[in-house]
């Protein structure tokens, strides 16, 4: 059940800013809380000290994912007590801010495994490189980080940072054979902790505008792969 936090301060002409914290089960509770609203909209179950066209903000937490993803948006209605029918919950439905959007798509992406990286469906090489990751456009935040794994649509890394879902990187980093590549794409999942101190292993889903882009790319991943059957032919052998 969603817990509610005051947020003092008034914004936009609104009394009392609310931040909840809504952690779900597991994707497919999420899922299920979608309401079919524009631009998109939550349910969350509880009850809350909001009125209707209050805004708020919601933390969304999973399962592995303490930090969470923060959306915006506004009280659209409140049901105050549960119905007989099991599924009828009290609770409030809430309209999203356009500016969360981008991230909301991403973890409905997520929930739907639809995003190869955040269902991690799609087969991966163990590949260590360093990389210079650059996080925010606004005011870049550039950390060094290194790749612990790759597939054809992203890697994992491992940097002192902990991005939100949804956030834009860059990511640098020299390969022996093709030089410097760069690379932008998009924050799909973090978990706290490993071996840097302080920081997280993120997923990182590419975008490849460039055909060269993409052929570096597939050059790496390529490479990666033939390391890795390689690697378990020589385990195969008497």
């Known amino acids: 059940m969603a817990t509610v936090q005051s947020k003092g301060g008034n914004k936009a002409g609104v009394r009392d800013q609310r931040h909840i914290v809504a952690p779900f089960a597991n994707w497919d509770d999420f899922l299920g809380c979608r309401l079919d609203v524009m631009p998109a909209g939550l349910f969350l179950a509880g009850a809350f000290p909001v009125e209707v066209g209050q805004e708020i903000e919601v933390r969304c937490t999973f399962p592995g994912d303490a930090d ?9 209605w409140r049901r105050m007590r549960a119905g007989s029918d099991p599924n009828v919950r009290a609770g409030i439905g809430v309209v999203l801010r356009s500016t969360s959007m981008t991230a909301f798509r ?16 799609q087969e991966r090489f163990a590949l260590r ?34 991005p939100a879902v949804g956030d834009a990187v860059f990511l640098r980093l020299d390969d022996r054979l093709l030089g410097t590549i760069e690379l932008a794409g998009f924050v ?19 975008q490849f505008p460039r055909d060269e882009d993409r052929k570096a790319w597939d050059r790496i991943v390529g490479r990666a792969k ?5 690697s378990q032919d020589y385990s195969d052998e008497p």
């Open 129 to 162: 490189i360093p990389v210079a990751c650059t996080f925010g456009r606004r005011r870049p935040l550039e950390i060094a980080g290194e790749i612990s794994d790759v597939s054809p649509r992203g890697a994992a890394v491992h940097v002192a940072h902990r």
């Open 226 to 230: 033939a390391d890795a059957r390689l």
């Open 106 to 121: 991403r973890l409905v992406e997520q929930a739907e495994g639809r995003v190869g990286l955040a269902g991690r469906r």
């Open 68 to 76: 969470g993803v923060r959306l915006g948006g506004r009280v659209l």
């Open 188 to 206: 799909t999942w973090v978990r706290p902790g490993g071996p840097v101190a302080n920081g997280a292993a993120i997923g990182v889903e590419l």
